[in-house]
């Protein structure tokens, strides 16, 4: 049986994951639009397959790096929706005790997460670091990261590729290509039709996978993944998806042509894998509502939490800071 085998309970994982993902930010932009969010806050709505597959091919002894379209990877590392929504609602029972209502700075490295700081595409470097220190240390562990196509044309994707290669580092680089970057579509901002194409500039794999497809992400990943921790060096793997939404919150996405959005609708990452659940006999639609069922039932007991957690005490501001 190949390492990339997904057994029945391991499939119904990955839906749970991606139900619960696709719960949360749909309850997320409700509140946003209801006035009850803090900050800005960035839609996940297309990236699901991506990140729950990513977070779902590691090891617990590995370690993530994610980005701000990443839910799915925290949430499937262990990070609660109680926790996180408490983040994102500045909340003292949250991630950064309300120092960041955001989806980013969600680290934990008791669960081998590594916040995110928001500059693009900074996280890159952070987990090649990461990734030498393992191989220093003669750690049999791998880092994985994420990035955006539009932060794949910054000058760190070269470096971090780059020298990953040269040091044989046991590196995953995942670039969730959505076709835009804020609002500049990608045949705007580089000339070749497939980032993965840049990996033969380093001399590594640059595995191209429907981003829309949980299982095929999945395998690429867990691919790569244990390529790396066998010692065969980093791997860029490039998932093409959609944006399905703004930017952020405030982006209403109007230069995003309509006609992209119906093709991209009609691939729904949680639809086409509920369809393949059934057709394949792995799952009956009860078993499929009843998943999305507890999923609600998660999100709703995390925003109450949240919303019943105190605010951070001003007093406490100094704490958590390198230099107070
Ligand atoms: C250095 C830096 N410049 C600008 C920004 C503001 N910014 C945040 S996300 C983003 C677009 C990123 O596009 P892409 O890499 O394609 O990721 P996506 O948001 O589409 O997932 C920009 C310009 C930033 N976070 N960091
Ligand atoms: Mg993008």
Known sequence: MSANHLDREQKLD?????????????????????????????????????????????????????????????????LSPRRIFANLLGRETGVTR???ANLHGLG????????????????????LGVAM???????????????????SSAG????????????NAPLVVIVENNQYAYSTPLYQQMKVPDIALRAQGYGIPGVIVDGNDVEAMYSVTKEAVERARGGGGPTLIEAKTMRML??????????????????????DPIRCYEARLLAEGIADREELDEIGRRCEIEIEDAIA????????????????????
Request: aromatic share 12%; hydrophobic share 45%.
């Open 156 to 167: 760190l994707f070269h470096e971090v590729l780059n020298m990953a290669s040269v040091y």
């Open 246 to 267: 703004g930017h952020a919150i405030h982006d209403g996405a109007e230069y995003v042509p309509r006609e992209l959005l119906a093709a991209w609708e009609a691939k």
């Open 14 to 78: 990955l839906y749970y994951w991606m139900r619960l993902t696709r719960t949360f930010d749909d309850a997320m932009l409700a509140l946003w639009k209801q006035g009850r969010g803090v900050g800005g806050t960035f839609s996940q709505r297309g990236h699901e397959a991506i990140s729950v597959a990513a977070g779902y091919a590691l090891a617990p002894e590995d370690v993530a790096a994610p980005m701000h379209r990443d839910l799915g990877c925290y949430l499937v590392r262990g």
């Open 305 to 324: 939490f949240a919303e019943a957690s105190p605010w951070p005490d001003p007093a406490t501001v100094a704490e958590g800071v390198y230099a107070p």
């Open 108 to 127: 934990d490295l008791s669960l081998n997460l590594i916040g995110f700081v928001s500059h693009l595409p900074q996280s890159l470097g952070v987990a």
């Open 98 to 100: 309300g120092r960041d």
């Open 133 to 151: 220190s393992f191989r220093y240390r003669g750690e049999p562990r791998v880092a994985l990261t994420f990035t955006g196509d539009g932060a």
